[in-house]
């Protein structure tokens, strides 16, 4: 997990809110990566970004939206239109987007629904 | 589109014997492909990625992954399990055209009993 930080490690939602996730890496990546995991299915992406102020929806994009402000940065928020968002959230990055690159995750945030 | 199956949901193997977690793949191109591993509430963390050139690639804490074409295998092995080992393990493949992104398998659980 070293060099990629989330938080909060634990966070819960109520209904209709927005939260936002918070993703920190110190690796001087270019790339950063959002994946959800739910038992079962594996790692699913939503989001990626491969350079500063540009990003691209993943497979699962809807009811999510990121930033990219900041090389170290990669914020992703919730919205009140992902209507099962309990799940846990991971935040990966990579020296750059080729096809050869190893993704480092950070340790991960569950998102609860009160 | 590019795949990978996992098949089998959870392996169960004694301490210092052998232990084989399978994956298989599908991809138009050559693969590039990896192994990962995934403590309870944590991240992931990397094991070993086969590229190109020799087929058994060797890894951390003593796993191995062996690449066969022909059967567009991946499996990750190690010659002597220990009961730290138990833990959730994810395969995951790329093609190498470069214009995809890391597809998992679902993950499988292996659990070292003592």
């Known amino acids: 997990d070293g060099g990629i930080t989330q938080s909060p490690k634990y966070l819960f939602r109520k209904e209709g809110q927005n939260v936002t996730l918070s993703c920190e890496q110190n690796?001087?990546?270019?790339?950063m990566y959002w994946y959800r995991q739910d038992p079962g299915q594996g790692l699913r992406l939503i989001y990626y970004?491969?350079?500063?102020?540009?990003?691209q929806k993943g497979d699962i994009a809807e009811g999510y939206s990121v930033s990219r402000e900041k090389k170290e940065s990669f914020p992703l928020t919730v919205t009140s239109a992902q209507k099962n968002p309990t799940a846990f959230y991971l935040c990966?990055?990579?020296?750059?987007?080729?096809?050869?690159?190893?993704?480092?995750f950070g340790p991960g945030t569950r998102l609860l629904v009160l | 589109a590019q795949s990978v199956a996992q098949p089998e949901d959870q392996v169960n193997v004694a301490e210092g014997n052998p232990l084989t977690v399978k994956c298989t793949y599908s991809?138009?191109?050559?693969?590039?492909l990896f192994w990962y591993v995934q403590y309870p509430n944590r991240g992931l963390q990397f094991l070993l990625k086969?590229?190109?050139?020799?087929?058994l690639v060797k890894g951390s804490y003593g796993f191995e992954a062996e690449f066969n074409k022909s059967q567009t295998s991946f499996h990750l092995k190690k010659p002597s399990a220990l009961v730290s080992d138990s833990a959730l393990y994810f395969c995951?493949?790329?093609?190498?055209?470069?214009?995809?992104?890391?597809?998992f398998g679902k993950g499988t659980m292996l659990l070292v009993s003592p």
């Open positions: 990966a990055s990579s020296m750059g987007e080729g096809p050869r690159e190893t993704q480092y």
């Open positions: 086969y590229i190109t050139g020799d087929n």
């Open positions: 970004s491969q350079i500063v102020n540009d990003f």
């Open positions: 991809v138009s191109g050559n693969p590039y």
């Open positions: 690796l001087n990546h270019d790339a």
């Open positions: 995951a493949v790329r093609d190498s055209s470069g214009y995809s992104t890391l597809t």
